[in-house]
């Protein structure tokens, strides 16, 4: 685990890390690679651009789930790992790859359509 926030999962090269004023940065030292992991995230593993904009998107959309009180937080993580069959200590967004986000929107999307859990608070 330590190892994996070390190095470029592209290619396993050790990051140079930065101090900035976000907290200290990762950053894969191969020209053109967009890997980076920002230390202060202390569940997220490095990721390139596509990947961490793809992250982002996951937040977007499953945080106001809890955030506005519709769903507990923990219990939505509960229901992502289960969905993704991840154990819950890997239902990380930060950890994730561009397809598992991809699978955690859709995991998004099947609760606005009411598929699962919305039938329980009838
Ligand atoms: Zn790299």
Known sequence: MEDK???CPI????LVITKTRFGPRGDCPEIGCTVVLWYNDETALPADKETRKARHEVHILFDPLWQTGKFKRTKLYKMLSSYMR?????THIGMFTK???EKAI????????????????Y
Request: with cysteine; net charge positive.
């Open 5 to 7: 926030r070390n190095y």
């Open 11 to 14: 290619h396993k090269k050790r």
């Open 86 to 90: 991840l154990k819950p200590k890997k």
């Open 99 to 101: 397809e598992q986000c």
């Open 106 to 121: 859709e995991f998004v999307n099947s609760l606005h359509h009411g598929t699962d859990l919305d039938r329980i608070h």
